[in-house]
């Protein structure tokens, strides 16, 4: 089995960037790519978080391997100098199908025929992309859940078309990055996470745009009913209203009045969840 050691993400947002600084922090060189050298500086800053909650929440972060995991990281605006020589490109890009192929016919004609690539895209299946990448046997799904460091799943999920041997060699390398490969037999939209929390998402929804109850009110019925940390309101602000927006709006007709609501109340006021310090609920720093 091949072992990977040159990675390269494309996209530096919430989860592209923990992505990269994951991988950084067990070990392996990361290239960081994004579409401008000012995006990318957005990033470093996001990296610098990652290594300060890594050095107090992760065990060795504290030893210096946060620190390292910095140092370990390259940044890219140039997209050929970035997979040169990628063993693995995982795809981090914004949720457009549009994006997602003219980005993957870029990458098919400049990276290395050694290259694997992998979407962490958790709205389309990776038999929606595999004709853009030009070597389909070689493509498959990778996707992480937001905060990697503690909900450490990693759903490798691939196509009738990829090669079983890089579905093998993806699940181990989930693992050499410090995540629990869940290992999925066959396509399903959503994966394993995503089939089991779009619908509370989905519900808590209706529920809001039709009147029927605040978010903290929807909240707080769940936290307390399931004992669950977060209820769904919270967990839109950990993912991103814009996130939320992109996948409603190309949904259904309840989903898209929820678009319509998300936009007209948050994401028009530069209200887009944590990353900005404000979406449902208000957060400090």
Known sequence: MTKLTNITVLGTGVLGSQI????????????????????????????RTLADTYTSDVA??????????LDNITYSSDLAAAVHDADLVIEAIPENLAIK??????LGALAPAKT????????????????????PDRFLALHFANHVWVHNTAEVM??????????????????????VPIEIKKEKAGYL??????????????LLVDGIAE??????TWRIGTGAPAGPFQIFDIVGLTTAYNISSTAGPKQ??????????????????????????????
């Open 193 to 206: 996470l995503n089939s089991l929390l779009i619908p509370l998402l989905d519900a808590a929804a209706d």
């Open 101 to 106: 192929e003219d980005t993957y016919n870029r």
């Open 60 to 69: 060795g972060g504290a030893d210096g391997r946060a620190e390292q995991a």
């Open 116 to 135: 694997i690539f992998a979407t962490n895209s958790s709205t389309l299946l990776p038999s929606d992309l595999m004709g853009f990448t030009g070597r």
């Open 158 to 179: 691939g196509t009738a078309l990829t090669d079983p041997d890089v579905y093998a060699t993806v699940a181990e390398f989930a693992g050499d990055i410090g995540m």
């Open 215 to 220: 978010p903290e009110m929807i909240d707080k």
């Open 256 to 285: 898209q009045l929820f678009a319509a609501y998300l936009k007209k109340n948050y994401i028009d006021q530069g209200k887009l969840g944590i990353s900005t310090g404000e979406g449902f609920y208000r957060y400090a720093n």
């Open 20 to 47: 990269a600084y994951q991988t950084a922090f067990h070990g392996f060189k990361v290239v960081a790519y994004d579409i401008t050298d000012a995006v990318l500086e957005t990033a470093r800053a996001r990296f």
